[in-house]
């Protein structure tokens, strides 16, 4: 997030410091210049010429898997991370084109019109504007927080189904067939009862190219093989003139930029992409911060701010609309690359925009002579994304969190069924609905004195531990608030109801975990206490954190009764004064926000 600049830390600066403090806050991205030596700019530009070489397949791959013409793929490769690098607050992302965007994009507006057509073009770019909007807007907004709304579970479950989805959508590309289906498992089905139509050749081409990616990757890692095989590939094509075969290539690729130009939204249809573009933009930002977040280090000098990130990748985005772009985000597979090449700082990406801007002003004429096979460029994909199917993480949920694993498999099976898009709404419906139901039904524990020890835990747990008939000591584990004071009401009566009839003398209540209370949980406390009292109980709290004794004493119905030896700083105080009517700590249980009290003073 873009911060006010105060000029009061600015007192008696010089103008020039002013101004420099100025400009480090809208350009968050000129701080990594500081300190900049020549030994930094070797590393970031053998990094950025690495990334590049690395870019140029795969971002004409994805715009092709988006249903857009290669060119926009690379165009996303260009502008767009310029002003990242100005912008954003991280140093260890790629951004660019992706593979979950582009398939994203390709499920939503499909619906819309047909992919590769001018209004399929046109409507992609209104989408990579809106996107760019919604994030910006998001960042100024402060809503950074909402990458919290995707759970772990969900990530897993949705990019595994989408690894899956993508490359189903290329077979039609490896096979040289063509057929209608309504989800990738009935795609699969339809090519396989249309074997015999197979093309062989573009099937040689295909498997030929997946196995040459395959054994590079494994022989020799640090060789850019997607580059050599689209390269080389496009070399036979043109001797062989496999176009003239059959065989679908990509035989055009306008040379230079194209004009600067503000796209213009189609009102009308504005309801149609919306929810598109809330997708795109929601799932770009949480895989940026997902990669800035798992490479943080306590050693690094800044950390990455999301409400900043945000407003960088929403104005990169806009910036990528006026140059015939599509939406972009960081990339998971490049990131590391892009790290394990030794970059420093995002003069990475400048240079790696640098070359493919090269290539697009020099390169993209060779296409006529030397047309690119789809087939390769669907090799290509398919191999970068195969990483996407976290089959490890997986197994690991499996085994350690069956309500989890359940989250996930919806995920997976929605997307793989229904689409991507609804696959991810479901995830994040029912991860919400299970935090609810965890929220509203939360731990609850009897608690025992554990023998020979001052200790109190969970009677459940321990098999040396003494339970008194007369005292009941339970801790509830959760804000106590609207949705869960009837579920913390029936839990104590079902407690109270095994002791036996007119033993129980008194009820203490462990709140060390609950960390907040509401108006309407009040009300209820008071009709327990009142309850009891009725019984000849007494009701005690202990461990109470500050907020929540603050919200006790200020209380009007609760005020007098806690304050009136029935709050107590541990168990132990409790039972003593229930015991002995000892009462020697029970000041400190009673402690106020001093602070707080003198700010109203003052």
Not at 215 to 231: D, E, H, Q
Not at 452 to 461: Q, S, T
Request: glycine share 8%; charged share 15%; with cysteine.
């Amino acid at each position: 997030m873009i911060q006010p600049v105060d000029f009061h830390t600015l007192e008696g600066q010089p103008s020039s410091e002013k101004l420099r403090f100025m400009l480090y806050k809208l350009l968050p991205g000129l701080l990594w210049l500081q300190g900049y030596t020549t030994h930094t700019l070797k590393r970031d530009v053998v990094s950025g010429l690495a990334i590049g070489v690395m870019l140029i397949p795969q971002s004409m791959g994805y715009a092709v898997l988006a249903g857009l013409p290669p060119e926009f793929g690379l165009y996303a490769s260009i502008f767009p991370p310029l002003l990242y690098a100005l912008l954003g607050t991280s140093n260890k992302i790629s951004i660019g084109p992706v593979a979950l965007d582009a398939i994203l994009i390709l499920s939503g507006l499909s619906v819309l019109a047909t992919p590769g057509s001018d209004h399929y073009l046109q409507l992609a770019i209104e989408l990579t504007l809106l996107v760019g909007l919604i994030q910006f807007l998001f960042g100024l907004l402060r809503f950074g927080f909402i990458v919290n709304f995707l759970s772990y579970p969900v990530v897993v479950g949705y990019t595994s189904a989408a690894a899956i989805v993508i490359i189903g959508s290329q077979l039609q590309n490896l096979t040289g067939v063509h057929v209608d289906s309504a989800n990738v498992l009935d795609l699969c089905y339809q090519l396989l009862m249309n074997i015999g139509h197979w093309h062989g050749i573009t099937v040689a081409i295909a498997i030929a190219s997946l196995l040459f990616i395959f054994f590079c990757k494994r022989r020799t890692p640090r060789v850019p093989s997607a580059l050599i095989l689209l390269v080389g590939t496009m070399l036979l094509s043109g001797l062989f003139h496999a176009g003239q075969a059959g065989v679908e290539v990509i035989n055009s690729v306008p040379r230079g930029f194209p004009a600067l130009q503000f796209p213009d939204l189609d009102f009308n249809k504005l309801g149609e992409l919306l929810p598109v573009a809330f997708t795109v933009a929601l799932m770009g930002f949480v895989g940026t911060m997902s990669i800035c977040k798992s490479q943080e280090s306590p050693k690094d000098k800044r950390s990455v701010q999301p409400n900043q990130e945000l407003v960088a990748l929403g104005l990169a985005n806009a910036l990528g609309a006026m140059f015939r772009s599509f939406p972009v985000s960081a990339s998971f597979s490049r990131s590391a690359a892009m790290r394990e090449a030794g970059a420093l700082t995002q003069v990475s990406a400048l240079v790696s925009s640098g070359l493919i801007a090269i290539t697009v002003i020099f390169l993209t004429p060779l296409f006529t002579d030397y047309p690119l096979p789809k087939a390769v460029l669907s090799a290509i994909i398919i191999m970068s994304v195969l990483g996407l199917f976290k089959y490890k993480e997986m197994k690991a949920l499996f085994q350690q969190d069956r309500k989890e694993f359940l989250i996930l498999l919806v995920t997976f099976v929605i997307t793989l069924m229904l689409g991507v898009q609804q696959g991810l709404l479901v995830g994040v419906a029912v991860s919400l609905m299970l935090v609810i139901y965890n929220s509203t039904t939360p731990h609850m524990a009897e608690l025992g004195k554990l023998d020979g020890e001052d200790l109190y835990r969970n009677i459940n747990r321990f098999e040396s531990i003494s339970v008194r008939k007369d005292l009941l000591i339970f801790r509830f584990d959760a804000p106590l608030y609207f949705a869960n004071k009837d579920f913390f009401k029936t839990r104590l009566y079902s407690l109270i109801k095994k002791r036996p009839e007119g033993a129980l003398k008194a009820v203490i209540l462990d709140a060390q975990s609950v960390s907040s209370i509401d108006s309407t949980s009040l009300i209820m406390l008071e009709s327990v206490i009142e309850n009891l009292k009725e019984q000849g109980i007494e009701f005690y709290l202990v461990s109470l954190i500050g907020p929540v004794r603050d919200t006790l004493t200020q209380s009007v119905g609760l005020h007098e009764y806690v304050l009136d030896e029935h709050m107590f700083p541990q168990i132990t105080d409790a039972v003593l004064y229930i015991d002995q009517g000892i009462s020697s700590r029970a000041a400190i249980a009673k402690q106020s926000n001093t602070a707080k009290k003198q700010r109203f003073k003052g």
